[in-house]
């Protein structure tokens, strides 16, 4: 479980750099926003998850459910693979990740 909370905060570095990329490469407001908002909250998800594993995974998947859901309209309004598509990808991995993990710690808390 250890691992997981780690995972937790690569991905929110990677939702972080991507805004950044996205607003380095095509002056997109919008990405650095939403980049270094994600980025931001799923590092909370992380810092809660240290203290509360149970509550940091369920965040994180939320965050993750959230971030796939965006990336697959981007992805399918565009049609390119980057960046929606790779971070669609990404965000899917994730959410399966942190769903199994919060559905482990669930049942180890019972």
Not at 12 to 18: E, H, K, S, T
Not at 58 to 75: H, P, Q, S, V, Y
Not at 83 to 98: D, H, K, Q, V, Y
Request: charged content about 5%; aromatic content about 12%.
């Amino acid at each position: 479980m250890i691992s997981l909370i780690w995972l937790i905060l690569l991905y929110a570095l990677l939702v972080l750099a991507g805004g950044i990329v996205g607003y380095v490469k095509a002056q997109s407001k919008a990405s650095l926003i939403s980049g270094v908002g994600s980025g931001v909250a799923l590092a909370i998800a992380w810092y809660i998850a240290l203290q509360n594993l149970t509550f940091g995974l369920f965040l994180a998947a939320l965050i993750a459910l959230g971030l796939l859901i965006t990336f697959i309209d981007r992805f399918r309004k565009t049609g390119k693979f980057m960046p929606a598509g790779l971070m669609a990808i990404l965000s899917l991995l994730a959410s399966i990740a942190f769903l199994a993990g919060w559905f482990l710690a669930r049942g180890a808390n019972a």
